[in-house]
């Protein structure tokens, strides 16, 4: 495992979108090769625009069981909350 080659994320931008996406992991041994192996495993149909490869090592990611500690105070906010707001019928809808 020493000798391995570091783990990389992918993210695809694709043709009709303006966000990248997850799409899979890759060994490679740097950012370089990453995004090349990245076009070859990942976009041969050429659905991508754009690649981001991130060294997986370099993620940090909060746990599931922070949950409630961690969205907690957003609560409070209720004008973040579009109940808050009332919308005039001639709108229509959103």
């Given at each position: 495992m020493?000798?391995?080659w570091?783990?990389w994320?992918?993210?695809?931008?694709?043709?009709?979108?303006?966000?990248?996406r997850?799409v899979?992991?890759?060994?490679?041994?740097?950012?370089?090769?990453?995004?090349?192996?990245?076009?070859d495993?990942?976009?041969?149909?050429?659905?991508?625009?754009?690649?981001?490869?991130?060294?997986?090592?370099?993620?940090?990611?909060?746990?599931?069981?922070?949950?409630?500690?961690?969205?907690?105070?957003?609560?409070?906010?209720?004008?973040?909350?579009?109940?808050f707001?009332?919308?005039?019928?001639?709108v229509?809808?959103?």
């Open positions: 020493k000798n391995e570091p783990l994320e992918v993210f695809i931008r694709g043709q009709h979108g303006m966000s990248h997850h899979g992991s890759l060994h490679a041994p740097d950012a370089e090769m990453a995004i090349k192996n990245a076009r495993v990942y976009t041969r149909r050429n659905e991508g625009v754009s690649i981001w490869v991130v060294e997986a090592n370099r993620i940090a990611a909060s746990s599931p069981s922070d949950k409630g500690p961690l969205y907690e105070p957003a609560e409070s906010k209720v004008y973040r909350h579009p109940t707001f009332d919308i005039p019928e001639d229509g809808a959103m």
